[in-house]
């Protein structure tokens, strides 16, 4: 059972954030906020370590950055006496990852994260295909499926994305006292 920690917010670079868990080295890793970029797509799932490590609200810089798929799914890990990365254990809840060493959230909240991000990933990519007109499903032009695509975008941008976020950022959220 790991240790887990206080569900604590922050602000870094004008974005808040949300402490997800400690690396066994004591690096605290943060969840930014979800974003609308470019215009057409949720930003979200952004991991991010800061220069500042107890205080990222100070912070000069970031340390790293990578994606929320880095604690789920099929692990890499590089194998020094082949010299590439090899695959390695499959796993489903974010809670056992081995990169993080301790947690705000219990292994019952690890598994609705692990599931409202890849329902995440999932309506992300989809939005994606939508965007990109008539989603690449069809090349017949009989099929005139255009509308029913935007309004899938919409949906899916407007409505269910926004869902998921939240309650995603309401499981990272301290409770008020």
Known sequence: MKNVLKKKTSFAFRRKIYLLGQ???GIN??????KWDCGWYWGFGYIITYTNNRSPHLAKDM??????SVFVGEQEEYDYNKGC??????INNVYDSPKLAKTVFDENEG???SELFKQF????????LC????????????????????????S????????ITAEILKILTPENK
């Open 131 to 154: 965007h990109c007109g008539s989603a690449g499903i069809s090349t017949v032009k009989e099929a005139k499926h255009d509308e029913d695509i935007k309004g899938w975008y919409e």
């Open 23 to 25: 690396d066994e080295d």
């Open 121 to 128: 990933y999932l309506f992300q990519e989809m939005a994606k």
């Open 156 to 163: 899916i941008n407007k409505q269910i994305i926004p869902r």
């Open 85 to 90: 990365f090899v695959k390695g254990e499959y």
């Open 29 to 34: 890793c943060w969840l930014e906020e979800p």
């Open 63 to 68: 340390n790293s950055h990578s994606h929320f």
């Open 111 to 113: 598994w609705k994260l």
